[in-house]
């Protein structure tokens, strides 16, 4: 079965810093990536996806992240952060067609401090 | 709009009940899941469903059981020999094929049970 490693556990910055948030699976096949964030006391939201193509996709609310085959790995990255994306943010990983199994990472909490 | 509605927000259990957890979307996605958040563990499957009157155990079904008599529901029952209940309980659908652009999970806003 499939892993999806997350390594930051809790991730303190200040308005204005650049973020990258570190996400690695562990399946050697076809993966469909995700990212999601949960802001306090909402729900679960798509921040991006990737499926397949151009390696750097381009989510909602100005972040990215970047598919690396050969690390196994899908980052998440912001420029420049503010202290509206204080939230929890999950990486997540199905097998693609035919699994529609998602995969979660244990999190990451990032606080943004004004 | 369309969506996921899982209800009550809050339930309470007192040790030894089943409860059973609703979540009815509209979206017309084939596949329904339940996952269970505690914090610092992410999201874990206990069950899936992709075609109505057919479920999979995820990777923590114990003490857990669903049903799906409609596309549109999902619900679960927490029961007695769920050992330990306590935590947030997520609702996802996902259509089955169709192109990448459709493709994704839809969350629904969660049912935090607590035993008390």
């Known amino acids: 079965a499939q892993s999806v490693s997350q390594h930051n556990h809790h991730v303190i910055l200040s308005e204005a810093a650049s973020l990258e948030l570190g996400c690695n699976y562990s399946y050697g096949g076809t993966v469909n990536l995700f990212w999601y964030v949960q802001y306090p006391g909402q729900h679960l939201q798509l921040l991006l996806k990737y499926f397949s193509g151009d390696p750097l996709v381009k989510g909602i609310k100005g972040f990215e992240a970047e598919f690396i085959k050969s690390k196994f790995s899908f980052n998440l990255r912001k420029p420049s952060v503010q202290w509206s994306d204080t939230a929890e943010y999950f990486c997540?990983?199905?097998?693609?067609?035919?699994?529609?199994?998602?995969?979660f990472g244990k999190g990451t909490k990032l606080s943004v401090i004004p | 709009d369309g969506g996921i509605t899982q209800s009550p927000k809050y339930l309470f259990r007192k040790e030894g009940q089943n409860v059973t957890l609703s979540c009815e979307q509209n979206l017309n996605h084939d596949a329904m899941y339940w996952y269970r958040q505690d914090p610092g563990q992410g999201l874990r499957l206990i069950y899936y469903s992709q075609i109505v009157n057919d479920f999979q155990k995820g990777d923590i079904a114990e003490g857990y059981s669903v049903s799906r008599e409609k596309k549109e529901s999902f619900p679960l029952t927490v029961t007695s020999a769920q050992k330990n209940p306590t935590a947030f309980y997520l609702c996802?659908?996902?259509?089955?094929?169709?192109?990448?652009?459709?493709?994704?999970?839809?969350f629904g806003s969660g049912t935090r049970l607590t035993v008390v």
């Open positions: 997540a990983v199905d097998l693609g067609a035919g699994s529609y199994q998602l995969t």
């Open positions: 996802a659908s996902s259509p089955l094929g169709g192109d990448t652009s459709n493709y994704g999970y839809t």
